[in-house]
């Protein structure tokens, strides 16, 4: 399958996906309107059903079932988008057989380089084919490895008629890099019991706890004066935020934690010393810890009101997913499953929290449970973004070894 997975690839990139924030609507780009159609047509193409699109540019298709038994129906979900972060347009992969070890160049003129001094994780693929950038453009392998992977294959179980199976559903989702990928996914319709969405990161990554994800915004209101006349009179809005940030809690930002630790983060900041704005992520494991966390930033807010007047300071905060081990825990036989078929296809599985969210999040608490299963990628979102040609492969497999357990299993 590693051919054809890499040749769906590196066709898939070509197409310009990053979401828009901004634009208010659902795709939120013109390019995954086109990249949907693609996909629907390539579909038919290998013979899956119920091929759709909808007014959303979700698509869903159907494997139909090979046995007669009643078995779960697993689905299996990737998106469309590629980070707004940074640019996709043109991108131009750059295939390294039989990488060496060593720095990788990029991009000549740049002198932009993939270097194993800064990625080590690079020392584990020499003997291995890479698809990296050439230094302009992130790669899309985020989630375009998703794409091609899940597509590939179906195609090899429509092949395979002698792997026995139930009904297996398929959906690519819009605009999930902008955190609106499950906004308007129709989980009925999608009809499966449980889910996967190919959407991890390095090779036997298997994941079933995320953040628990809030959204902050504070509006800060100063008063302009004339600097020279100032004194007891300005408000300086941009130095209130300032003062604020500054009471956050020290080494509690993305830079200064991992694993199972929460941060804040300031993600945007502007204004002007009459009227200021700050937007901050919460993140945390526990709805204890993030009911810590905005509790904290509501005291702040308390606190600059009391020192410069009430009003100053207006504080939004919006919940944006919880994590979805609360909803996969009752049902970890699913988690257990792609445990096995990873063991089955020789890989060592890597259970560890997703330090962000996936449309599985949002779908768990739809109905849908939806552990995350590894894409492949690495250092996604950016120009150092790269993916081995195996680990594609063994996505693959991994998938068809899902199908093939769940076609197992007796549904009572």
Do not use: W
Request: proline share 4%; hydrophobic share 40%; aromatic share 8%.
């Amino acid at each position: 399958m590693e051919n054809k997975v890499v040749e769906r690839f590196l066709k898939y990139v070509k197409y310009n996906t990053g979401s828009d924030s901004m634009s208010g609507t659902t795709p939120s780009s013109l390019g995954q309107i086109e990249f949907a159609k693609v996909l629907a047509d390539e579909l038919k193409s290998i013979g899956l059903h119920n091929v759709e699109i909808d007014q959303f540019s979700y698509v869903y298709a159907t494997l139909p079932a090979n046995v007669e038994q009643l078995v779960p129906v697993v689905g299996f979900i990737a998106h469309l988008d590629t980070s707004p972060d940074f640019t996709g347009i043109n991108v131009s992969p750059q295939i390294i057989e039989s990488y060496g070890g060593g720095d990788i160049v990029l991009d000549i003129a740049e002198k932009f380089t993939l270097s194993p001094a800064v990625f080590p994780e690079l020392n584990s693929y020499i003997g291995h084919s890479l698809i990296v950038t050439d230094g302009t453009t992130l790669l899309g392998a985020d989630d375009k490895a998703g794409i091609a992977e899940i597509i590939t294959a179906m195609e090899f179980l429509l092949s395979h008629n002698e792997i026995k199976h139930g009904e297996v559903k398929i959906a690519f989702t819009p605009d999930e890099e902008i955190g609106e990928g499950a906004e308007h996914f129709d989980v009925t319709k999608f009809g499966a019991d449980f889910a996967y969405t190919i959407d991890g990161g390095e090779l036997g990554e298997l994941q079933y706890e995320n953040f628990n994800a809030v959204g902050a915004k504070i509006s800060i209101q100063g008063s302009s004066v004339h600097p020279g006349y100032a004194k007891g009179k300005m408000k300086n809005a941009i130095l209130i935020g300032n003062e604020l940030i500054a009471m956050l809690p020290n080494n509690e930002s993305p830079e200064h934690t991992q694993g199972y630790e929460g941060f804040y983060h300031v993600t945007r900041m502007s204004g002007s010393v009459e009227r200021a704005e700050i937007e901050f992520i919460l993140r945390d494991f526990t709805r204890e810890g993030i009911k810590e966390r905005k509790q904290n930033l509501q005291n702040i807010v308390k606190q600059i009101n009391e020192k410069f007047g009430e009003g100053t300071i207006v504080l939004k905060l919006n919940d944006q997913y919880f994590n979805m081990r609360e909803k996969i825990k009752p049902v970890k036989y699913i988690v257990d499953l792609a445990e096995a078929a990873m063991i089955e296809s020789g890989l060592q599985p890597k259970i560890v929290p997703i330090r962000g969210g996936t449309d599985g999040a949002r779908l768990s608490y739809m109905g849908l449970p939806c552990p995350n299963i590894f894409a492949g990628g690495h250092n996604f979102h950016g120009k150092y973004e790269y993916v081995p040609t195996r680990s594609m492969a063994k996505a693959c497999e991994v998938i068809v070894k899902i199908v093939e357990k769940v076609g197992n299993i007796k549904n009572e």
